[in-house]
């Protein structure tokens, strides 16, 4: 089932100023999957993107799954995304061309 979250610019605003689609696995076992993750661009580097990356992380660890992010999923337009990534506990899976993060490993 694929999902939409989103994240405003105040606990009580209505504007959104950044979205994250992912698609729940309906096996067991099988991780739940970054479409993408995007802030825009005049709200970036302001934390906007790590708190989405939170709420997706409690969404995922709920559901006792891990999260994944296709490397061909990237955009290609902004190549720190991977660094990004990794700096919040996304490891590289050379085999799966992924980024995982395993929530029991926090
Ligand atoms: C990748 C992306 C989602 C990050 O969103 P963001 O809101 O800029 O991310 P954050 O603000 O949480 O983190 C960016 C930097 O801001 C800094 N930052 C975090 N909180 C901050 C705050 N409160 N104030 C100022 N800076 C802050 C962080 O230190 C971080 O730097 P680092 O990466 O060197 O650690 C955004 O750049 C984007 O939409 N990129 C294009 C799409 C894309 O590539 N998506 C990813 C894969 S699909």
Redesign the pocket.
């Known amino acids: 089932m694929r999902r939409t979250f989103t994240i405003t610019d105040g606990e009580f605003s209505t504007n959104v100023v950044?979205a994250a689609v992912v698609t729940d696995p309906m096996v067991p076992y099988a991780p739940v999957v970054?479409?993408?993750?995007?802030?825009?661009?005049n709200?970036?580097?302001?934390?906007?993107?790590?708190?989405?990356?939170e709420i997706l992380t409690i969404h995922a660890k709920n559901e006792f799954k891990n999260l994944i992010?296709p490397t061909a999923?990237?955009?290609q337009?902004?190549p720190?995304?991977f660094?990004?990534?990794s700096?919040?506990g996304f490891i590289y899976d050379a085999q799966k061309n992924a980024l995982i993060k395993r929530w029991d490993k926090d």
């Open positions: 950044g970054i479409e993408t993750i995007r802030v825009s661009p709200y970036r580097n302001k934390g906007f993107g790590s708190k989405l990356l992010v999923t990237l955009d337009d902004y720190g995304a660094v990004w990534l700096d919040r």
